[in-house]
């Protein structure tokens, strides 16, 4: 039976209910219609795969680089999928006090120099990323890293966690903010759940 991704919008909702100032509820409820897309895309997904079998890699219908059933499943999967776990990384982040302590803040002050450094930097990604930023540890090098993903499904960095995800996505900020990325950008960093970042970092740090 293939794999079931579980819709955590009532739980992801729960976690930033109230507490993100200006970036609005309302925003937050609209924006996790969205996530519910991608769980139910994902599972969609993985039903057909598993219906298709264990495909015949001669047949062209089937395993084709041009166009091919097996190749739009599993290109529509790593969008889908990326846009669940891009989303359940960003709310789970969010609704905290904003402020870092514990291993991430060494690790932010050792890389970046500070803070402040540290904001500045995300901040500029940000604005010049078309959709996702994480701040993601790479796992040979050991050091913190601003990441530029634009899409569900590009830029993937292979042997890096992400920690922390920003939507750039107008649909995260515009309600709210309209155009005005960067003071969106800036309350996002005031409610900060830097716990739920350090849970995310690899064991062993």
Do not use: C
């Not at 409820?29 to 890699?57: F, W």
């Not at 891009?86 to 803070?115: A, Q, V, W």
């Not at 990441?147 to 042997?159: K, M, S």
């Amino acid at each position: 039976m293939a794999h079931k991704y579980e819709n955590k919008q009532e739980q992801l909702f729960a976690k930033v209910k109230g507490k993100t100032g200006k970036i609005s509820d309302k925003t937050h409820e609209e924006h996790l219609k969205l996530y519910t897309g991608y769980v139910n895309k994902t599972n969609q997904i993985l039903d057909e795969l598993e219906k298709l079998g264990v495909p015949d890699p001669a047949d062209p219908k089937t395993a084709n680089q041009i166009f091919s059933s097996l190749r739009s499943l599993k290109i529509g999967l790593t969008f889908a999928i990326g846009g669940l776990k891009n989303h359940e990384i960003y709310f789970d982040i969010l609704g905290g006090d904003g402020k870092p302590s514990g291993k991430i803040e060494e690790l932010i002050n050792r890389d970046f120099g500070s803070y402040e450094n540290y904001t500045k930097e995300l901040k500029a990604t940000g604005i010049a990323a078309r959709g996702w930023v994480w701040t993601g540890i790479d796992h040979e090098s050991g050091k913190l890293f601003n990441y530029i993903g634009d899409a569900q499904d590009t830029y993937p960095v292979w042997n890096v966690t992400p920690l922390l995800a920003l939507d750039v996505y107008e649909h995260a900020y515009y309600a709210d903010f309209h155009t005005a990325r960067a003071g969106y950008i800036d309350e996002f960093l005031k409610f900060v759940d830097w716990s739920a970042v350090n849970a995310r970092l690899p064991k062993g740090l």
